[in-house]
């Protein structure tokens, strides 16, 4: 079965640190997807990123990066030098492209409180 | 404007009572979902819909219903609210078609408080 774990529960570094959320994943699929979302304060969810199976190259958008590694079921998220308005909960999700259900569902980690301290 | 549109955004209601929380989206996709969120559990699917006639209940469907009136409204009813849907309830769409995982997009939530 599928399942997604986010073993850091709450993190907190002062600004301008570099902070790595964990993601674990598990999945009997071989063809699946990961994702990132934010949930700031205001509580809505953004999407941040997408990623299927087949693509292990890393990714860099600004100030955030993802580590994709296969061999250790993980889809790892660094946020360099952190800012304030990065201080939210993340979620890391997965979809399995084989899903009985035919419908491809998002499937949650608990989610990683980040406390970015001015 | 926003993509995805939930109505209303906060809500208190009574143990009993019937409420629905509406959905809508001008992305375009053919895919909606709701989910509701309690603290330390992440999200949980409660229905997904692929189109108006194609309504299907996700993890957590109990006590709960659901009307797609059209492409872009999808509805979520609670028949008689009680105290453990007491959440924060979401809307998402999905650009994924039959075989073809989409991105889920989500609406800005709905804060449920049942007493």
């Known amino acids: 079965a599928q399942k997604v774990t986010q073993a850091q529960t709450e993190i907190s570094v002062v600004e301008k640190e570099d902070v790595t959320l964990d993601c674990v994943y598990e999945?009997?699929?071989?063809?699946?997807?990961l994702f990132w979302y934010k949930q700031p304060p205001s509580g809505e969810l953004v999407f941040l990123i997408r990623r299927n199976s087949f693509d292990e190259q890393n990714e860099i958008s600004g100030r955030y990066s993802w580590n994709f590694q296969k061999s250790t079921s993980s889809f790892n998220f660094t946020i360099t030098a952190s800012q304030v308005v990065d201080s939210a909960v993340y979620f890391c999700a997965l979809s399995e492209a084989q899903d009985p259900g035919g419908a491809n569902n998002l499937f949650f980690g608990t989610g990683t409180r980040l406390t970015v301290i001015p | 404007d926003a993509d995805v549109t939930q109505t209303p955004r906060n809500r208190i209601t009574k143990t009993g009572k019937r409420i629905m929380l509406e959905c809508s989206q001008t992305?375009?996709?053919?895919?909606m979902y709701w989910y509701r969120q309690d603290p330390g559990l992440g999200l949980r699917l409660i229905y997904y819909s692929f189109d108006v006639k194609d309504i299907n209940k996700g993890e957590i469907s109990d006590g709960y219903s659901v009307s797609r009136q059209a492409q872009a409204k999808f509805s979520l009813s609670l028949e008689s609210a009680i105290p453990n849907q007491t959440a924060l309830y979401f809307c998402?769409?999905?650009?994924?078609?039959?075989?073809?995982?989409?991105?889920?997009?989500f609406g800005p939530g709905t804060r449920l408080t049942v007493l």
């Open positions: 992305k375009g996709h053919d895919r």
């Open positions: 999945t009997r699929d071989t063809t699946y997807y």
């Open positions: 998402a769409t999905s650009d994924g078609l039959a075989g073809v995982v989409g991105t889920q997009y």
